[in-house]
């Protein structure tokens, strides 16, 4: 499959609380010992994908998911023709990843990494 969905987000009001709930209820083994406090989701067996829990600083709680892409500029440009919005341009976190969002014509937020 082209672009195949390589991560998806949990983004929550509280980040802690979030991570703790789904580490109790799926056994997820959740790493947020990092500067930004994202839980790093562990991929977990075969046919599953690692993805994160994140502490959202405002606005309304949502899930996402992120595919991988050749290339973030071309797709957002697709994406826009297509009735997309761009919620967050390329960005990148240096050694870690490369990615923007968007919101789809119904209002999804979906995430691309390249």
Same mark, same amino acid.
């Not at 991988?68 to 990843?97: D, E, F, Q």
């Given at each position: 499959?082209?672009?195949?969905?390589?991560?998806?987000?949990?983004?929550?009001?509280n980040?802690?609380?979030?991570?703790?709930?789904?580490?109790?209820?799926?056994?997820?083994?959740?790493?947020?010992?990092?500067?930004?406090?994202y839980?790093? /989701?562990? =991929?977990?067996? *075969?046919?599953?994908? %690692?993805?994160?829990?994140?502490?959202?600083?405002?606005?309304?709680?949502? &899930? +996402?998911?992120?595919?991988?892409?050749?290339?973030?500029?071309? /797709?957002l =440009?697709?994406? *826009?023709?297509?009735? %997309?919005?761009?919620?967050?341009?390329?960005?990148?976190?240096?050694?870690? &990843? +490369?990615?923007?969002?968007?919101?789809?014509?119904?209002?999804? /937020?979906?995430?691309?990494?390249?």
């Amino acid at each position: 499959m082209p672009n195949p969905v390589v991560h998806f987000e949990i983004n929550a009001k509280n980040g802690v609380k979030t991570q703790q709930f789904y580490k109790r209820l799926f056994q997820w083994n959740i790493d947020a010992n990092n500067t930004m406090n994202y839980g790093m /989701v562990a =991929k977990g067996g *075969k046919g599953g994908i %690692a993805g994160g829990i994140n502490e959202l600083p405002s606005g309304k709680p949502f &899930v +996402t998911f992120y595919a991988r892409v050749k290339s973030i500029n071309a /797709v957002l =440009k697709k994406a *826009k023709k297509l009735g %997309a919005k761009v919620v967050m341009p390329r960005t990148v976190i240096p050694n870690m &990843v +490369t990615f923007a969002m968007f919101k789809d014509p119904e209002g999804n /937020v979906i995430g691309i990494i390249e």
